[in-house]
């Protein structure tokens, strides 16, 4: 492994810590710029209770509401405007990853010179952004862990195509992560947002470099804790001990140190992005479909690997380290614990059919691709291959 890593991101983590959003805010600026989602923070108390706290800390606020779940770039060109009129000084996201991405790129939007969708994997004249204003992140979500990277995934809506930007300067300053915040949601989206956080730590799982045995230890970790914990804060909201439990995985999941060293692509994710670009399906839920889907494709080509993970988390036996039934047998209980707590596992649940799926592979390969125009993984994946996947998971 050669590696560098670091994360500046101050973490203040545990229930009751929202009421401290006033005083870190107000360590970075005056006016906050608040972007938030569709309107659950306003319907279950939580905007008031931020901007109460706020307030009480002198910081002032404009509000940017309506983030989508798979935010746009309007979205994010509209927040951006609203922070310059307003003379925004601070960025705080209140929110899903929705918000938090998106807050994330408004922030670098005020500095940034050019179309902010050059910022974006996958364009030509490429340019990261290099400053941002200081954002503060306040999850409502486990899910992306986007409160403590330095990631943001946007969706370009005229062209159907959704793409990410890392940078230095997206890293928020502060996430302020208060499990109590996740008590009112549903148990649908409590459920895509652990297959989100498994996914995550999966997608460096099988497809990282070898010779990794803590990162892969520290994967499995995270992989049985939402196993163990997950299904309690699906059955009960209120919860806490579960709650924070997922929330502590989503966050450990992405915010650097179960990748360190992997120098792992994200297919999954890659084609997943493309299928919610192009129905608006909640993120978390199209990685459901597509994750084992992906798994017995890839695992034809490194049996040993999925046995591994089939011995390790479900404590299947092996016959050897090559045990292709291990491995099936591990994908399969895999799958059945993603629809135990509610996922979709099929296209066709969320709508999606086979008329696309050309078009899909195609944009997918848009975003992410090698210097032979394949998806990066473990395999590597031809248009071909991205339609074969999603053709089986009909």
Excluded at 21 to 41: D, F, I
Excluded at 43 to 71: D, H, M, Q, W, Y
Excluded at 184 to 205: F, K, M, N, R
């Amino acid at each position: 492994m050669k590696f560098e890593f670091q994360n500046p991101t101050h973490l203040v983590f545990g229930a009751g810590t929202l009421s401290k959003l006033g005083e870190v805010v107000s360590s970075y600026g005056k006016k906050a710029l608040l972007v938030t989602g569709s309107g659950s923070v306003k319907r279950n108390g939580t905007f008031e209770r931020a901007i109460s706290s706020l307030k009480a800390a002198g910081v002032s606020v404009a509000e940017c509401s309506g983030v989508e779940p798979n935010p746009r770039l309007s979205t994010v060109e509209r927040g951006a405007a609203i922070a310059r009129k307003e003379g925004c000084d601070v960025v705080v996201a209140l929110g899903g990853g929705s918000a938090m991405d998106a807050a994330k790129v408004m922030a670098a939007a005020l500095f940034y010179d050019g179309e902010l969708w050059n910022m974006m994997a996958g364009q030509e004249n490429r340019k990261l952004p290099s400053q941002a204003l200081p954002v503060v992140t306040v999850p409502t979500l486990a899910a992306t862990g986007s409160e403590m990277n330095s990631g943001a995934v946007i969706t370009n809506e005229k062209t159907a195509i959704k793409s990410f930007v890392t940078a230095k300067c997206l890293y928020p300053k502060t996430a302020i992560v208060d499990p109590e915040l996740t008590a009112s949601v549903p148990p649908d989206q409590t459920a895509y947002g652990i297959c989100d956080l498994i996914t995550h730590v999966t997608e460096s799982y099988f497809n990282g470099v070898d010779g990794t045995p803590l990162q892969d230890r520290f994967a499995e970790g995270v992989i049985l804790t939402a196993m163990e914990w997950g299904p309690r804060a699906v059955a009960d909201g209120n919860d806490i001990e579960a709650r924070s439990q997922v929330q502590w995985a989503s966050v450990a999941a992405l915010n650097g140190w179960v990748q360190v060293g992997t120098a792992s692509p994200f297919p999954v994710h890659m084609i997943e992005h493309t299928l919610s670009a192009h129905h608006d399906i909640p993120h978390g839920a199209g990685l459901a479909v597509v994750n084992p889907a992906w798994m017995r494709f890839a695992s034809r080509i490194r049996p040993e690997r999925f046995a591994t993970f089939a011995s390790r988390i479900f404590g299947i036996p092996m016959q050897n380290p090559e045990d292709a039934r291990a491995a099936a047998e591990g994908i399969d209980r895999f799958e059945a614990f993603l629809r135990s707590i509610g996922c979709p596992t099929r296209l066709s649940e969320t709508g999606i059919g086979e008329k696309l799926l050309e078009r899909y592979a195609t944009d997918t390969l848009l975003v992410a691709r090698d210097s032979e125009g394949r998806l990066p993984g473990r395999p590597p994946m031809s248009k071909e291959d991205i339609a074969d996947v999603l053709r089986s998971a009909l």
